[in-house]
């Protein structure tokens, strides 16, 4: 494996591209998880697709519209959720199938040929190239100097919302931010997963980085580690037996997680008998 990495651009680019996303996944599957977006994550990333369909439509990098589109679609879930009130929930259910929908369509629009989306939607690590790796490196660099600047704030919108806003901090920009670097990270997402994979990325290595019970910094950090061998490990099935390397990632990430649980589970029954 190590002489076919040496000798394949392809192969390096998604190592490269695996460690870029794992960065955004570490960071912003943190925020989601502790703050409980895992859904509304769901809905931005299902929005994607209409801006990957509106790229192939106006022949423009289907990245830079899904970017344009997913960030609009975050700020408009934000903002109708502040003024209106609207329940979580029934934004997602509108905006989730919104995005879809347009995808369809602008695809169905396009001139000749229908593109293939099964790379946007399930996700294909070999494919990617130098110029994603630019595009993923740079949201990653953005990603990093937010959660940075802002991680103390962070701290208090994702821990005690409420309270933070009693106390005058600038909650609403906590939450704007929020909701725009979680449509930042699914394009970074993107091309390693696919939109409709893309949750299981973002919510596994933080959960079960979770399970050590360490603080908000260390939780980012070992969920990002998490993510990378995941992903790595992923791409290693995927080369071994031919498989979706999307499908692979998720299924070994969700296989793990599962086999942590049980011996937590197996754990505790061991104590309660003895004790």
């Keep these: 494996m ?30 989601i998880v502790e703050k409980k977006l895992v859904m509304m994550s769901g809905g931005i990333a299902h929005t994607a697709f ?16 899904a970017l344009g589109f ?7 879930i934000a903002c109708i959720q502040r003024r209106s009130g609207v329940i979580n929930d029934v934004l997602i259910g509108m905006f989730w199938p919104l995005g879809m929908a347009l995808g369809i369509v602008f695809v169905s629009l396009t001139p000749g040929y229908p593109p293939d989306m099964t790379s946007y939607l399930f996700g294909d690590i070999l494919t990617i190239t ?17 959660v940075t600047g802002i991680f103390k704030l962070l701290q208090a919108y994702l821990f005690d919302e409420e309270f933070s806003t009693a106390l005058g901090l600038p909650v609403v920009l906590a939450e704007t931010l929020t909701y725009i670097m979680i449509a930042i990270t699914v ?32 939780i980012m950090g070992l969920a990002i580690v998490l993510s990378a061998f995941f992903c790595l490990a992923g791409l290693g099935l995927s080369y071994e037996y031919n498989i979706a390397s999307g499908a ?15 011996l937590r589970y197996l754990r505790s029954l061991f104590f309660r008998s003895n004790f």
């Design 130 to 146: 130098k110029t994603d790796l630019i595009i993923m490196g740079g949201l990653d660099l953005i990603l990093i100097i937010t």
């Design 50 to 65: 209409g801006g990957i369909g509106l790229g192939y439509f106006l022949n423009i990098e289907p990245i830079y519209t």
């Design 2 to 31: 190590i002489s076919l990495i040496a000798e394949y651009g392809f192969l390096q680019n998604a190592i490269i591209g695996t460690l870029l996303a794992s960065i955004a996944c570490g960071l912003l599957g943190t925020i």
């Design 248 to 262: 692979a990632i998720v299924i070994f990430s969700v296989f793990v997680y599962a086999v942590f649980q049980l």
């Design 187 to 218: 394009i970074v997402l993107i091309r390693v997963v696919g939109i409709i994979l893309v949750l299981a990325l973002l919510c596994v290595p933080p959960a079960l980085a979770r399970l050590f019970k360490p603080n908000l910094a260390v």
């Design 70 to 76: 997913s960030v609009f679609s975050a700020l408009s």
